[in-house]
């Protein structure tokens, strides 16, 4: 079974500055996609950024961005110029890009991400 | 998100209780999924459904049932509710094509008194 995990419980970033969320996984597949969530207070779960396993090109969203490292299985998420508004707990999660009876969703624990003013 | 509700938002039950919580899509999705979401835990799968009456069971299921009569709605049921079951639960939605990941409904926070 595939497992996920987030080292960091908690982090914290100065507003404007660059921030790593650190996750790894566990897998023996080959083909498979990998997600960023972003959760605030709000309770609602926001996909941030994905990364599909057979592109070695590492996958942005304006200030998100990833450094995906397959054969390390590893795969963080940097957010740059960080504001207020990216304060939220982070979830890392990975895909199987095969299954007959759905693909689910395997979630590491999640970062709080903290951002100072 | 727009094409999936749960409901209720909020419940507070006693132990040993039935609870069902409700997932509704407007999405014609083929899969639904009941996640909870625990500190420490992140969000882990508890049932999940490839069809109408086609359902399966995550990797915590003990404790929980699901139904789904209509490819619309997927329900989660607490045969009788314990103090563990007290958690934020969610129910997500995909389609086998879409690599997106899911929509996550807004999320229902059980507390079990």
């Known amino acids: 079974a595939q497992t996920v995990t987030q080292s960091q419980p908690e982090m914290s970033v100065q507003e404007a500055e660059t921030v790593t969320l650190s996750c790894t996984y566990d897998?023996?597949?080959?083909?498979?996609?990998l997600f960023w969530y972003k959760q605030p207070p709000s309770r609602q779960m926001i996909l941030v950024i994905r990364?599909?396993?057979?592109?070695?090109q590492n996958a942005t969203e304006n200030r998100f961005s990833v450094n995906f490292q397959k054969a390390a299985k590893s795969f963080s998420l940097k957010i740059s110029d960080s504001q207020l508004g990216d304060a939220a707990m982070y979830f890392c999660?990975?895909?199987?890009?095969?299954?007959?009876?759905?693909?689910?969703?395997?979630f590491g624990a999640g970062t709080i991400l903290r951002v100072k003013s | 998100d727009a094409g999936i509700t749960q409901s209720p938002r909020h419940k507070v039950t006693e132990t040993g209780t039935p609870v069902t919580l409700r997932c509704h899509q407007t999405e014609n999705h083929r899969y639904m999924y009941w996640y909870r979401q625990d500190p420490g835990h992140g969000l882990r799968l508890i049932h999940y459904s490839y069809g109408v009456k086609d359902t399966d069971k995550g990797e915590v299921s003990d404790g929980y049932s699901v139904s789904r009569s209509k490819t619309e709605d997927f329900l989660l049921t607490l045969e009788s509710a314990t103090s563990s079951q007290t958690s934020v639960y969610f129910c997500?939605?995909?389609?086998?094509?879409?690599?997106?990941?899911?929509?996550f409904g807004s999320g229902t926070r059980l507390t079990v008194v």
């Open positions: 997500a939605i995909g389609s086998r094509d879409s690599d997106y990941g899911y929509t």
């Open positions: 897998t023996s597949e080959s083909d498979y996609y």
């Open positions: 990364q599909e396993a057979y592109k070695q």
């Open positions: 999660a990975y895909r199987s890009a095969w299954g007959e009876y759905g693909n689910k969703l395997v």
